[in-house]
C-alpha cells in the first residue's frame, strides 16, 4: 500500500474504546472525590488527557498576553510549552512581527482523539475580540513524536469576524469533527478531517443560540458586564457518543440540551437538519460537556460549582465544591479519573470593575468516591 494510503489508513482507524460502544449509557458513580492536580499563575479553559496518562491544558489571552499557550503538565506540576516553544511564541504586543498561521493566538480547546493526537482549537481571537487573519486553525500534534502533524485553517467563511471557536468533538470515523461556535454567529462547524474543508451547520438556529430568558448567575450573583450588558453565550459544550452517531451541545446561556443525528450535519441539506435538532431536556447552565468512555454525559456547571451527569430526564450533582469556581472543560484519563478545569470567568474583570488582568487558576482530579 502506498505511504499515504497507511497513513491515512491509521488516521481513521476507529480508536479501541469506540468499537461497538452500547448506546445505552452505564450508571454513573454516585459520587467523585476532588483532588487538586496542579495550579497556574494564568487562566486556564481546556484539558485533555492522552492515552499514557499525560496531560494538557491551555491558556487563551482573554485578559492578559498570556505567556503560554498550550502546555503538557509535569508530573512535579510545572508546566512545558507544547509541542515546542516556537508554537508558543505568539504575543498580542508583537503580532505585527509573528505570523499567526504558525502560532498559537487564542487557543480555547485542547482535545485527544483516542488515536495518538492531541488536537489543538485556535479561535485566534484575544479578548474575544477581532479575529486575527489567517489565525484561525485546528492543529493536530503526533503524541508520539510531539510534533505538528497537521494543520487545518479556517477563512472567513468560517471564522468570520464576531465568531469564536469554542471546543471539539470527533466522530469515530475518524474523518470528521464538530466545532461549536459560540460567538455572535452560534453554529455547529462541521469539519472533514481529511480534506481539511469545513462547513457552518444550523446558524441562527434557536438551538444554538444564547436563550435570553437566561440569566447565569454563579452563587447567586447574575453575571454581567460594569456597564450593564448581561452574559450572552452561544453554542459552547459539546459531546458526541461513542459511536459517533449522536453529537449533543448546549449554548452556555442557556438551560436546553439539544442533540441531533451527526450524520445530519455532514450530509444534509442545512434547512433540513435544522428540522431535525431534537430538544433533550432542561439540564443547568453548563459550560463543558464530556461522553465518558462507558457513555456518561457530563456537565460542568458554573452557578454552583459542581459537576452533573444526564439521567435521561434531569441532571444529577455529582461533584460539588466550592473551588470548583467556573468549572470549565473536562477530560477523562486512562485510569478513569476525570480532570476538570475552574477558569473562574466570574472573577475576570470583565464582570469586576478594577480585577486584576492576570487570573490564577486550578486543575483538578475528579475520583471516585
Known sequence: MHRRSLLLASLLAPPAWAQNQALVPAAAPTAFRLEEAASFGHQVTG????????VFVNFPRWTEDAPVSVA???????LKPYPDDKWNDWRNAKAATLKA??????VQSVVCDGRGNLWVLD????????????GPKLVRIDLATNKVAQVIRFGEDIALQGSYLNDVRFHSDGQTAF?????????????????????SRLDGHPGTQPDKSVEVAPNGKKLQRPDGRGFMVAADG??????GKTLFWQPLTGRTLYR???????????????????????????????MSRDGVLYLTSPEDN?????????????????????????????????????????????????APNVLPTKLFRMVKA
Not at 72 to 78: A, N
Open 47 to 54: 484539558v485533555a488527557c492522552a492515552p499514557d496518562g499525560r
Open 72 to 78: 503538557e503538565v509535569m508530573k512535579d506540576g510545572t
Open 101 to 106: 498561521a504558525d502560532h498559537f493566538v487564542c
Open 123 to 134: 479561535p485566534a481571537a484575544p479578548g474575544i475580540d477581532k479575529v486575527v487573519v489567517e
Open 179 to 199: 466545532i461549536t461556535d459560540s460567538g455572535a454567529r452560534g453554529s455547529i462547524v462541521v469539519v472533514n478531517l481529511v480534506t481539511g474543508r469545513a462547513h
Open 238 to 243: 459539546i459531546a458526541l457518543s461513542g459511536d
Open 260 to 290: 441531533i443525528e451527526s450524520r445530519l450535519l455532514i450530509h444534509d441539506d442545512p434547512d433540513e437538519a435544522g428540522r431535525k435538532v431534537e430538544k433533550v431536556g432542561t439540564s443547568c447552565v453548563a459550560d463543558g460537556l464530556m
Open 306 to 354: 459542581s459537576v452533573k451527569v444526564w439521567e435521561g430526564d434531569h441532571v444529577r450533582t455529582v461533584v460539588e465544591d466550592e473551588r470548583l469556581r467556573w468549572p470549565d472543560s473536562l477530560a477523562e484519563a486512562p485510569d478513569g479519573s476525570i480532570y476538570v478545569t475552574a477558569s473562574r470567568i466570574q472573577d475576570m474583570p470583565w464582570f469586576n470593575a478594577g
